[in-house]
């Protein structure tokens, strides 16, 4: 499954302490708190601060040149496939993302929980799949946030780059407004407790 090199991210990445030996590499922008024991995630930490990758067309800088990549194709009008439901203006660069948003206008696959007790019901069967994880206790995700403290987890380097930078951007401060309680418990359902 893992190769020599694999295993030692997994190990300094996902187990830090497990190794205090190695020391600890700490990011050198101002503010930041961010820290690693792996060379090349350090390194890619760094790029998102520097976001080196521009876009041409309308200045939107990026971490990685893969990145840019992907957002390139949202200039292109021809490569988008729009949403034909009455009202709604949404399109997207891929006919697989189209298709699972025509369901939170349709209704038409229903994905249930089935949690002894529980009576949810979602419109994906990737949401289900993280609520059902939840209900087992597991913190959901292969990939953890690094920063101190900070148990967010998730599936998709994505949506833990935009965790890091929306929740940890100015300092261990946060700065979401989508963010809850917990950070592994990111949920658009779940709301802050009123003061």
């Not at 876009?55 to 990685?64: L, R, V």
């Not at 289900?128 to 403290?149: D, F, S, Y």
């Not at 148990?151 to 929306?166: D, F, M, Q, W």
């Amino acid at each position: 499954m893992f190769g020599p090199i694999s295993m030692n991210r997994h190990h300094l990445t996902q187990h830090p302490d497990a190794f205090p030996d190695v020391p600890w590499m700490e990011c050198s922008h101002t503010g930041c708190e961010y820290r690693n024991k792996y060379k090349q995630e350090m390194k890619a930490h760094e790029m998102w601060h520097t976001k080196p990758f521009v876009c041409d067309q309308c200045g939107h800088t990026f971490a990685t040149n893969y990145l840019l990549g992907k957002h390139m194709s949202t200039h292109d009008p021809s490569l988008k496939v729009r949403c034909e439901w009455p009202g709604c203006d949404k399109s997207f660069v891929y006919e697989t993302q189209l298709k699972k948003h025509m369901n939170t206008h349709t209704g038409e696959t229903v994905y249930p929980c089935k949690w002894p007790g529980c009576e949810r019901t979602f419109l994906s069967k990737s949401y289900l799949g993280v609520h059902e994880m939840r209900h087992k206790g597991i913190r959901v995700g292969h990939l953890k946030c690094q920063w101190t403290g900070c148990e967010y987890r998730t599936h998709v380097k994505a949506t833990l780059a935009r965790h890091v930078l929306n929740t940890h951007q100015n300092g261990s401060e946060v700065v979401s407004k989508r963010m809850t309680n917990e950070c592994n418990l990111m949920d658009r359902r779940v709301k802050r407790p009123k003061k």
